[in-house]
């Protein structure tokens, strides 16, 4: 995983009002939709610990930044398959990177 000072992080406000903290786990962007991703842990999860990925859209401004407002929820299965697949080789590198 990332080291300390290059994690970053954001918050969601689900559709209760209630806001969750959120850690930027990586982000790309994918030639084929022509479109940049990100994908979110939530806050102070430990490596072992098994938890919901959440994995955006987003629209990063000129610094790479993004808010809430920027992220767009992936309704396209085939684009959901790709992202799940960036994921899981993001995951078994950083497996064998430990």
């Known amino acids: 995983m990332a080291n300390q000072e290059e994690i ?11 806001e969750t903290l959120y ?20 806050e102070g999860v430990e490596d072992d610990e098994e ?11 000129e610094n790479g930044d993004a808010t809430e407002e920027d992220l767009i929820q992936i309704e396209d299965e085939k684009e959901w398959d790709m992202v799940e697949e ?3 080789t993001f995951l078994e590198d950083d497996a064998n990177f430990e």
């Open 8 to 18: 970053q992080n954001i918050t969601l406000v689900d559709e209760n009002g209630d």
């Open 23 to 42: 850690e930027i786990l990586f982000t790309f962007h994918s030639e084929e939709y022509s479109k940049d991703y990100i994908l979110l842990i939530p």
């Open 51 to 61: 938890v919901d990925i959440q994995a955006y859209i987003f629209n990063p401004d």
């Open 86 to 88: 960036v994921l899981n």
